[in-house]
């Protein structure tokens, strides 16, 4: 099982600005939701996981390691990031060229990188275009071609950047699919979101950041139970809950099935 | 994340004169120091360049370009104090190496005009927001296409460095090495090179179509966003400028 520590890392791009204010965090186990207001430190908290940046202060340790002696390639076997925007990595004119990139680059030989391949584009409902140009798709396919590129190279955790931007229900439904077979096979997942209803839904852990600090860190229903502290972080409760809230049903309420359910009693 | 821009933001005296007063300050600077031949005076005028970054606080932001065109004035340079045809008089030797006087006055020429060119576009750039430039342009008569021309320009390099950044970052996390040996940075030329290009095609699309949808090329009178701002002085700091033109052309003329 993959474990990230982070010990007082402190984080910033300007002498002015602090962007990360000293995060001790442990991510293991369930698949982790990390939400906050836009320039709260998300995506440069995940860079700093993934070693892109380097921590002005603390240390991040990958299964008890600190990754400060590593280079961006040599963690990408074992911490896997998949960026919001796909137009910054796409550069091969066929899909599955595309998607070998990865997993040949850590070494795995032609036949086995093209199997790897292939198999993650058929996770992903997108085996009939692997021959296709990449720049004909759409941009939510586009997207599901990064998340293929990145689970051909089977790394140990997986960090989604808004993987939910852009997608219809279909493809948010697939992406749900994707985070439980991940984490049924033993990956960490960590998922930048701003979609709280899809954070509620699919994610056992939810994380608040607020101005470069941990707010709330918890089990998701404790979490988006708090609505003072949320709105002091200017985040919304998933619908259900605010649904159920003026309703006035007791108790907070995750999933349209829980709401539901809960509705016919 | 910082603007697109080489702009610095900054108070200073240098940044609350008038755009078009700093573009005429590029346009003479430069030509003086064509026009003349005196070192002393060309020295004096690249010593008023450097003075005015100064006084913008934007000099630490010049140091890096000048850093680039260092292998520029060291040829020169060298070429000259060495194979300047009118090389006679013997300046200094260093072990078998001869440097001559008059080699190396007209490289300390070159040299000197590359800085002051330098720095005064350096004024210019690093102290004036593009806006106002171009909008300062475009209420002077320009055609608003040369001022989008204009801003492109000036918007392209940090834009580029941003974007390679992003896909820098992108293609490490695939497990791509960038850093290393001359194959290791060969092999890394196409998977960056690729997105930057592609994206770059793409965003000159989207902000045609997002340009023209706002009435770019409509025919009629234009109003402006920023009222005029009232800059003290122009008029004079205008008026000397030109005078020193006029006074390095006679110069020139009757000596």
């Given at each position: 099982?993959?474990?990230?520590?982070?010990?007082?890392?402190?984080?910033?791009?300007?002498?002015?600005?602090?962007?990360?204010?000293?995060?001790?965090?442990?991510?293991?186990?369930?698949?982790?939701?990390?939400?906050?207001?836009?320039?709260?430190?998300?995506?440069?908290?995940?860079?700093?996981?993934?070693?892109?940046?380097?921590?002005?202060?603390?240390?991040?340790?990958?299964?008890?390691?600190?990754?400060?002696?590593?280079?961006?390639?040599?963690?990408?076997?074992?911490?896997?990031?998949?960026?919001?925007?796909?137009?910054?990595?796409?550069?091969?004119?066929?899909?599955?060229?595309?998607?070998?990139?990865?997993?040949?680059?850590?070494?795995?030989?032609?036949?086995?990188?093209?199997?790897?391949?292939?198999?993650?584009?058929?996770?992903?409902?997108?085996?009939?275009?692997?021959?296709?140009?990449?720049?004909?798709?759409?941009?939510?396919?586009?997207?599901?071609?990064?998340?293929?590129?990145?689970?051909?190279?089977?790394?140990?955790?997986?960090?989604?950047?808004?993987?939910?931007?852009?997608?219809?229900?279909?493809?948010?439904?697939?992406?749900?699919?994707?985070?439980?077979?991940?984490?049924?096979?033993?990956?960490?997942?960590?998922?930048?979101?701003?979609?709280?209803?899809?954070?509620?839904?699919?994610?056992?852990?939810?994380?608040?950041?607020?101005?470069?600090?941990?707010?709330?860190?918890?089990?998701?229903?404790?979490?988006?139970?708090?609505?003072?502290?949320?709105?002091?972080?200017?985040?919304?409760?998933?619908?259900?809950?605010?649904?159920?809230?003026?309703?006035?049903?007791?108790?907070?309420?995750?999933?349209?099935?829980?709401?539901?359910?809960?509705?016919?009693? | 994340?910082?603007?697109?821009?080489?702009?610095?933001?900054?108070?200073?005296?240098?940044?609350?004169?008038?755009?078009?007063?700093?573009?005429?300050?590029?346009?003479?600077?430069?030509?003086?120091?064509?026009?003349?031949?005196?070192?002393?005076?060309?020295?004096?005028?690249?010593?008023?360049?450097?003075?005015?970054?100064?006084?913008?606080?934007?000099?630490?932001?010049?140091?890096?370009?000048?850093?680039?065109?260092?292998?520029?004035?060291?040829?020169?340079?060298?070429?000259?104090?060495?194979?300047?045809?009118?090389?006679?008089?013997?300046?200094?030797?260093?072990?078998?190496?001869?440097?001559?006087?008059?080699?190396?006055?007209?490289?300390?020429?070159?040299?000197?005009?590359?800085?002051?060119?330098?720095?005064?576009?350096?004024?210019?750039?690093?102290?004036?927001?593009?806006?106002?430039?171009?909008?300062?342009?475009?209420?002077?008569?320009?055609?608003?296409?040369?001022?989008?021309?204009?801003?492109?320009?000036?918007?392209?390099?940090?834009?580029?460095?941003?974007?390679?950044?992003?896909?820098?970052?992108?293609?490490?996390?695939?497990?791509?090495?960038?850093?290393g040996n001359l194959w290791v940075r060969t092999k890394a030329f196409f998977p960056?090179?690729?997105?930057?290009?592609?994206?770059?095609?793409?965003?000159?699309?989207?902000?045609?179509?997002?340009?023209?949808?706002?009435?770019?090329?409509?025919?009629?009178?234009?109003?402006?966003?920023?009222?005029?701002?009232?800059?003290?002085?122009?008029?004079?700091?205008?008026?000397?400028?030109?005078?020193?033109?006029?006074?390095?052309?006679?110069?020139?003329?009757?000596?």
């Amino acid at each position: 099982m993959a474990k990230l520590e982070t010990r007082g890392l402190h984080f910033s791009y300007t002498a002015e600005k602090k962007v990360l204010n000293g995060i001790d965090l442990i991510l293991e186990g369930p698949p982790t939701a990390i939400v906050g207001q836009n320039g709260a430190g998300k995506t440069t908290f995940v860079k700093v996981l993934k070693g892109l940046l380097r921590p002005s202060k603390g240390s991040v340790y990958f299964n008890g390691e600190d990754i400060k002696d590593q280079t961006v390639a040599q963690l990408s076997r074992h911490i896997g990031l998949i960026f919001q925007n796909p137009n910054d990595q796409i550069f091969k004119n066929r899909v599955l060229d595309e998607v070998m990139f990865g997993p040949s680059n850590i070494g795995a030989s032609r036949d086995d990188a093209r199997d790897q391949a292939m198999a993650a584009l058929e996770r992903l409902g997108l085996e009939d275009e692997a021959d296709a140009n990449p720049y004909d798709l759409s941009l939510s396919e586009r997207k599901l071609i990064a998340v293929a590129s990145i689970l051909a190279m089977d790394p140990d955790v997986l960090i989604f950047d808004e993987p939910t931007m852009g997608q219809d229900f279909e493809g948010k439904d697939l992406l749900k699919q994707i985070i439980r077979e991940e984490h049924a096979r033993g990956k960490l997942i960590l998922c930048i979101l701003h979609d709280m209803d899809f954070a509620a839904d699919v994610f056992d852990r939810t994380i608040v950041f607020n101005q470069g600090n941990v707010l709330l860190d918890g089990p998701t229903r404790e979490v988006f139970s708090q609505k003072d502290i949320l709105e002091s972080a200017f985040l919304e409760q998933p619908s259900p809950t605010q649904i159920a809230r003026v309703l006035g049903l007791d108790g907070c309420y995750l999933t349209d099935a829980e709401l539901i359910a809960a509705l016919k009693n | 994340m910082g603007a697109m821009t080489l702009y610095v933001k900054q108070r200073s005296p240098v940044h609350s004169m008038d755009p078009l007063t700093k573009i005429l300050y590029v346009i003479v600077s430069i030509a003086v120091t064509y026009i003349l031949r005196e070192l002393w005076a060309i020295a004096a005028m690249t010593a008023v360049t450097f003075l005015l970054l100064v006084i913008g606080k934007v000099f630490r932001k010049i140091i890096p370009v000048l850093g680039l065109s260092l292998l520029l004035i060291v040829s020169i340079i060298v070429v000259q104090g060495f194979f300047n045809p009118e090389n006679e008089t013997v300046l200094f030797e260093l072990g078998f190496l001869t440097f001559y006087e008059e080699g190396m006055r007209a490289a300390a020429l070159f040299t000197l005009r590359i800085l002051n060119m330098i720095g005064s576009f350096g004024v210019l750039i690093l102290t004036t927001k593009p806006d106002d430039l171009v909008e300062s342009l475009i209420k002077r008569g320009f055609s608003p296409r040369f001022g989008y021309i204009l801003l492109s320009v000036l918007q392209l390099i940090p834009q580029m460095s941003a974007t390679m950044g992003k896909i820098t970052d992108a293609q490490r996390s695939r497990g791509m090495e960038t850093d290393g040996n001359l194959w290791v940075r060969t092999k890394a030329f196409f998977p960056l090179i690729v997105p930057v290009v592609l994206n770059s095609l793409n965003e000159t699309r989207e902000r045609a179509i997002a340009l023209e949808v706002r009435g770019f090329s409509s025919k009629g009178k234009r109003t402006f966003l920023n009222v005029t701002e009232d800059y003290p002085y122009r008029h004079v700091i205008r008026g000397v400028l030109l005078a020193v033109l006029i006074g390095a052309i006679v110069w020139r003329v009757w000596t």
